[in-house]
């Protein structure tokens, strides 16, 4: 490829698609108590789970730091342009520090090309976007066509969240216990949403697993028409089989031409919990 795609540890993208964009991804770190990890390098997601089940508590996440990112850049040859895939800015310093590490980079190198976006989303938000990319470094667009269509992109990009468990946020601190509790007593499930700042909002609260996941493919009707064009991504929280049963109703409802699925990364699966799902797709312009 003549442009070499990045992204970071945000992102959760299929093996597959990662191997033939050869992707570059910079990791972020887990914090559990005393023991710090590169997610996705040195702590797998078995590992992960069993960790939070033995401690009872989720980790501390952080962004790489600037130089991280520095030393990735440094590693592409530099006749290569660079876009790198951030996390969504609304949700960590992440986009802020690869911005920082290659001013440190075009301090050294000023002729270099290095692109880094704002996704304003997360998960597959990002592989979506990534998979996007792919496809027209294939048409041979330029490095400033890609840039300007990718901006583009990312404001047409919906993710859309679902949660089966309440208690990774409750265990964050993000969701106080007494009305964690009470949600839990009535069987309360989140619908969520990544919103135009790139910050993740609840939109509705269903009672039942059945009903939040019928409300959860409905609201694919209200973002685009016409599917048959699009491709839909979908990432699931340790939740395999869960997850293809609700991409096959996505797909029997919406004739998406093209869909992937992966498993989340254990940077989102800390706030998603067990069962958690998140897809992303293009809504119409």
């Keep these: 490829m003549h442009i070499q795609l990045m992204t970071d540890g945000g992102a959760d993208v299929?093996?597959?698609?990662?191997?033939?964009?050869?992707?570059?991804s910079v990791p972020?770190?887990?914090h559990f108590q005393d023991e710090q990890y590169k997610s996705g390098v040195n702590i797998d997601l078995h590992r992960f789970y069993k960790k939070i089940k033995e401690a009872?508590?989720?980790?501390?996440?952080?962004?790489?730091?600037?130089?991280?990112?520095?030393e990735a850049y440094k590693q592409v040859d530099p006749?290569?342009?660079?876009?790198?895939?951030?996390?969504?800015?609304?949700?960590?310093?992440?986009?802020e520090n690869a911005v920082t590490g290659k001013n440190m980079l075009l301090d050294e190198q000023p002729d270099r090309k290095i692109e880094v976006i704002n996704t304003k989303t997360a998960s597959c938000g990002l592989a979506l976007l990534l998979h996007e990319a792919s496809i027209k470094v294939k048409e041979n667009y330029s490095f400033e066509k890609l840039v300007d269509h990718l901006?583009?992109?990312?404001?047409?990009?919906?993710?859309?969240?679902?949660?089966?468990?309440?208690?990774?946020?409750?265990?964050g601190g993000r969701l106080d216990r007494v009305k964690g509790t009470i949600a839990k007593t009535l069987n309360i499930k989140l619908l969520m949403r990544g919103n135009e700042n790139g910050t993740i909002e609840v939109t509705e609260?269903?009672?039942?697993?059945?009903?939040?996941?019928?409300?959860?493919?409905e609201q694919i009707g209200e973002y685009t028409k016409n599917a048959e064009d699009k491709v839909?991504?979908?990432?699931?929280?340790?939740?395999?089989?869960?997850?293809?049963?609700?991409?096959?109703?996505?797909?029997?409802?919406?004739?998406?031409k093209d869909a992937f699925l992966s498993e989340m990364g254990p940077l989102i699966s800390t706030y998603a919990g067990e069962g958690g799902l998140v897809i992303s797709f293009f809504k119409d312009k």
């Design 151 to 171: 901006h583009e992109r990312v404001e047409q990009t919906t993710t859309l969240f679902v949660l089966k468990t309440l208690e990774n946020l409750i265990l």
């Design 56 to 70: 009872n508590a989720l980790p501390r996440s952080s962004a790489p730091s600037p130089n991280d990112f520095y």
């Design 14 to 24: 299929p093996k597959k698609l990662s191997k033939s964009l050869h992707l570059i």
């Design 79 to 95: 006749a290569k342009p660079i876009i790198m895939f951030s996390l969504s800015k609304g949700l960590s310093s992440t986009f």
């Design 205 to 217: 609260k269903v009672r039942g697993d059945k009903k939040s996941i019928r409300r959860f493919i």
């Design 232 to 256: 839909i991504a979908m990432t699931h929280c340790n939740a395999e089989e869960r997850a293809k049963t609700v991409l096959a109703e996505i797909r029997n409802k919406y004739p998406f």
């Design 28 to 30: 972020l770190y887990l």
